[in-house]
């Protein structure tokens, strides 16, 4: 099974990319945030928890992310391939996910990141705040989003490039052209 961890600041164009791989290797795309929703809005066990944590306006723990990672790869476990989302977040994350790997015999295959220069993730953020209506998406918010990003990520990719995980793609350019350099580096 292909495990594929796929990293990028807000903007980076992170998301449409993990459809379209998880489309051409036949795996299954994973959000966290998809999965939170979608566990809470079928009321399963898990959603009921989410919810709770998240009306009492506290952060899913890493523990219950874990759990619910699990459940989807429990789930899915005749697919043969996962493009994780938005997932590990943190360092903990990241060592938790491989504990919860091992225990079913598997691990992260790569993780790749898009790397994209900040002027244009502030234009494509901007841009996107503009057609969505959202007015709080400031360039000031913007940039100190990619610095918490940043700040955040950093431990990751050292910890992914410990274990020779982790690859970088050049994030601009077209989707296709992304998509292309994302292909070649997961076919290596």
Known sequence: MFNLILFGPPGAGKGT??????????WKHVSTGDILR???????????????????????????LIEIMESVFVKN??????????????????????????????????VLALEVDEAELVKRLLKRALDQGRKDDTEEVIKNRLVQYHHHTKPLIDYYLEKN??????????IEEIFSQLCEVISL
């Open 38 to 64: 979608a566990e809470v809005s079928q009321a399963t066990p898990l959603g009921l928890k989410v919810k709770s944590v998240m009306e009492a306006g506290h952060l899913v723990s890493d523990e219950l």
């Open 17 to 26: 990319q993990a459809v379209k791989i998880a489309e051409k290797f036949g």
């Open 77 to 110: 476990n005749t697919v043969n391939g996962f493009v994780l989302d938005g997932f590990p977040r943190t360092l903990n994350q990241a060592e938790e996910l491989d504990k919860m790997l091992l225990k079913h015999g598997q691990k992260v295959s790569l």
């Open 165 to 174: 995980l982790y690859r970088e793609v050049y994030g601009q350019g077209s």
